[in-house]
């Protein structure tokens, strides 16, 4: 079929198409070389994670490292080795930290480059495909339906081009461009196509570093690290008077020898630090990136797997989610009387008359050959808005004719009968499409009323195998799925329905326009048909206005902005260039059932995170009360260095790291700072007010030379046990590694108290029998007050 561009002059009587001006063949690899020479090239950086340097610094230059770090650096000259424990220790966890977190890099920008967008560009007259950071200056770029604009330019050629701006200026309806119009990055392509000039390219085309910011690798808002950040803002500003008034006491008050009374007093501050904490998560969110790649999952934003861990409705649209892209043309059926020969040839010139079909009319295409002898006059491409398409053609017999194709409920009237037989095929999940011939002119606004119905064109719509089980798992973790697509609502909800997702359908159309009845609507309903692209983004909103944390999955260019709002936007890989740019986390493999996967890294990693920073923070409030008490008594900070590097090891940094990375499939829950709070407190305030107690029987018991390591053991064996509790109540439920991890750290302490090297080195010996099992006593006492007190704070405070 020969084309005439909408702009071409025919002639009144023989409808051939006059000369017109040949397209530009776009710039020579001279001139792009030349360009390239001057450095303007888009030369602004397109990273999916950090670079190498960040990531050492990020790990390395904390004010924690800072503080322990000095202390570390104190400790090396005025004590044992054994006391500087501590510093290695830190040392191996910022080492481990940056290791993940490169590991995570690699994974990450390896992915980028297979999701990474790659505009056509016209040189030497032929369209080729190019990285976006090799666009120079006055390159001529093609674009069609869901194309991102990359750089800023002027149109030198449209198709009926709709480009939508929403996104950059928040106007709602899409702008019809012609030659001449700008368009700015950050727009993209909703109809039609054509062909712009770039005016500006790199850090020039300041909205393209927007669009490539907004949409790239980002710590954007996560209350998971919001939270810690907080926490530790409050330990910083508890742990300033509570060494002050150590390094006070041991130094002024006690007359100790000064290494002694420097190595106690570190020994007092170094725990009040959870140092491991940031790592710990650092680690587990890189652990999760790894992770996830490996099952070609991109996440472009890494409180993604968080924010989706947290989600509770997510809206799916059908096509290319539920459905495969693919459709196949099942029947052809003539209306009134028509010739199906003749039909044919329609259709067939209708495929060829959009350069960029859509996945209805590719399967036309691929049925219905295209004829020599039409000519297509003018074309109205598809747009999600509008539900049809439409050409003009010079017949071959000199005849001109004006055809559509789209969705039957938007072309007819209520009440047209041919709607009766549309609706018993869209309740077998068929998807139809109508041929409809217009009696007005394709620029006419009006232009599907008084238009003949002609065919009904049949598509078989191909279910993914993976949908159904991936509902399911939704229905399973008490998240609520809702379809939401353009396609009629019927032929939705037969789809819906073979998946195993049944519940009330709904025209879109008959929706309330106020939010708030409009998110009651969609309370009570599941399946939602013939969806705008806006409504889309007003159903969004509607849900999150009733306290909702809204996941929404697609890949056409009519998802744009209903993703770009969504807590959360899943895009397919296969999916438009717009949708892959605003989405958080792009499915490479197209495939609906790696979402569950994300699901589930985003709750190991929230709920194992709340798990162990408990353990962490009932250590800093422990340490903080205990140099508290040791100031009010005045007397020797009870432990060294050694001592607390002991503890923390078997008690909190070894159990912590495995379960941080355990799995976890409990939904996470908001609010992270009261949820370990209310639990850190009490805890943190028994044990310490239990090892003190312990510390200060073990003064009265004990005397002479040697009276100070056994009071530090004493109280070392009680900390422990109150510690080991802790781990344990933590570690529930239990499972067979769970059970073994707590009993491996106890048995580890036991020998560290048997072997006589590793007494001698950690400065532990028991003396006696009554004071240890009064140690222990206390312990149990300890223990069950926790349990008590724990179980209160369930029942009074509830998460």
Known sequence: MTHIDAGAELDPVHPVPMPKVPPSIGLTSAEVAERVARGEVNDVPVRSSRSVAEIVRANVFTRFNAIIGVLWLVTLFVAPIQDSLFGFVIIANTGIGIVQEWRAKQTLDSLAVIGESRPTVRRDGAAVEVATSRLVLDDLIEVGPGDKIVVDGVCAETDSLEIDESLLTGEADPVVKHPGDQVMSGSFVVAGGG??????????AYAAQLAE???????????????????????????????????VTQFFVKNNGVKDAIARTIGGIVPMVPEGLVLLTSVAFAIGVIRLGRKQCLVQELPAIEGLARVDTVCLDKTGTLTEGGMDVSELRPLGGSDESYLRTVLGALGESDPRPNASLQAVIDAYPDSEDWRCVESLPFSSARKYSGATFSEGDGETSTWLLGAPDVLLADGNPTLAETERLNEQGLRVLLLARAARDLDDADVARGATPAALVVLDQRLRPDAADTLRYFADQNVRAKVISGDNAVSVGAVAAKLGLNGRTVDARRLPRERPDMAAALDRATVFGRVTPQQKRDMVGALQSRGH????????????????????????GSGSEATRAVAQIVLLDNSFATL??????????????????????????YSVLLAVLVVCWQVEYPFLPRHLT??????????????????????????????????????????????FASYLLARHHYTGSDALQAETSAATL?????????????????????????????????????????????????????????????????????????????RRFPA
């Not at 062909?195 to 020039?204: D, L, M, S």
């Not at 090891?649 to 829950?669: C, K």
């Not at 090297?757 to 223990?783: C, D, E, S, Y």
């Open 195 to 204: 062909a712009f000039k770039a005016t500006k390219v790199g850090r020039e």
């Open 596 to 621: 569950p996967s994300v699901v589930a890294e985003g709750r190991r990693v929230i709920g194992n995170i709340t798990r162990v920073a408990t353990l962490f923070l009932v250590k800093t409030v």
């Open 213 to 247: 910011e907004a949409s790239r690798f980002t710590l954007v808002h996560s209350e998971l690290r919001t939270g810690i950040s907080t926490i530790l803002k409050y330990v910083t500003w508890m742990m300033i008077p509570a060494a002050v008034g150590l390094i």
């Open 718 to 794: 009680t900390l422990f046990l109150i510690a080991m509790w802790v781990l344990a109540i933590i570690a529930r439920p239990y499972t067979w590694w769970r059970v073994l991890l707590v009993a491996s750290m106890a048995l580890a302490f036991v020998f560290v108290l048997v072997v006589p090297a590793l007494q001698r080195f950690f400065a532990l010996k028991l003396v006696g029998l009554a004071m240890p099992w009064t140690a222990v006593g206390i312990a149990v006492v300890a223990a069950a007050a926790l349990e008590l007190l724990w179980r209160w704070v369930d």
């Open 646 to 691: 002991l503890l923390s090891t078997l008690t909190i940094g070894v159990p912590a790291f495995f379960l941080a990375l355990a799995p976890n499939r409990e939904r996470a829950r908001p609010h992270f700072v009261r949820q370990v709070m209310r639990y850190s407190v009490p805890g943190g305030l028994v044990a310490g007010v239990a090892t």
């Open 549 to 572: 944390t809204v996941a929404m999955t697609g890949d056409g260019v009519n998802d744009v902005l209903a993703l770009k709002d969504a807590d959360i936007g899943v895009s397919m």
